[in-house]
């Protein structure tokens, strides 16, 4: 219709009209492509999420303050991170990840965006599969990020995003607050499960009492699982863990492995202020 409309204008003009009009007539059909030129830009220019999924705007600031400088990073589907829609105790939200399909994992962390502490934990496997079950506190909605290292020096980020109310990391935890932390502080629970028919791998569960302070409440210092360390019966490293200030009060967690470890396990560690954790845990 435009072509059509134009030359029928063109006919009825003066030859200096009809040379104006053909010359306006190629001047829009060439400029046409320039109209989406600042979209273009506009896509490349405007996306300071560094090509997230999830377009957080936190994730390069993330990448710069927990990889180094010439970490390759790559998002990675393969990395399974279940989390509810909803965290409906902002306290307990609970998330289990399973990087098994990327092969030898040297070592996980976990971060989340729009915490106040963003590195909720690091986790290498050792004898352990690269999978990890858990709770952890969240301040409000946002995606939660598993990185895994790769033994050709690759991280690998899996990803989900959970909605909040939010607050779970500026209140204080059940025990600080009705004060019976200081009669339970480090002690341990935790049992060997064996392979079954909904679950191929044995599973270690293991629950610490501590109250996990984030330091974000007022009058109440951090106060922190720092270090865990699961041997077996011959004293071989099974898996390493180290918590930080946004795992929830009391923490639980599972660790998944091919093969049933001679026990009985040991569990050791400390936290933040050197009190010692030493348990032993039944088959």
Known sequence: ??????????????????????VLLVSNFFASPVLSAPAEL???KGDLTGGDPLGSMQWPDMKGQFFDADAKTVFDSRIKVTVPLFAEDAMNVPVSFDA???????????LVDRNPIRKVLEF?????KPALNFRFKLEQ?????????????????????????????TVPGATRADGSWPQTLNKVAGKMFDANQLRDDARLRVQVSHP?????VAGVPA???EEMILQDKNKQVLAKLYPFEPVSENPLFSFDFDKKPVGPISLVGRDNNGNLIDAKVTQ
């Open 100 to 110: 098994s399909a990327l092969g030898k994992v040297k070592k996980i962390v976990v």
């Open 141 to 169: 909605a946002s995606p939660i990020r598993v990185a895994a290292l790769t033994e050709d020096g690759v991280w690998h980020v899996g990803y989900a995003f959970i909605e909040a109310a939010g607050g779970g990391c």
């Open 223 to 225: 106060f922190y699982i």
């Open 212 to 216: 996990m302070d984030t330091g974000l």
């Open 42 to 44: 506009g896509a490349v």
């Open 124 to 128: 290498i496997p050792e004898k352990a």
């Open 1 to 22: 219709m435009m072509f059509s409309s134009t030359k029928q204008s063109i006919g009825k003009k003066s030859p200096l009209g009809v040379f104006l009009g053909i």
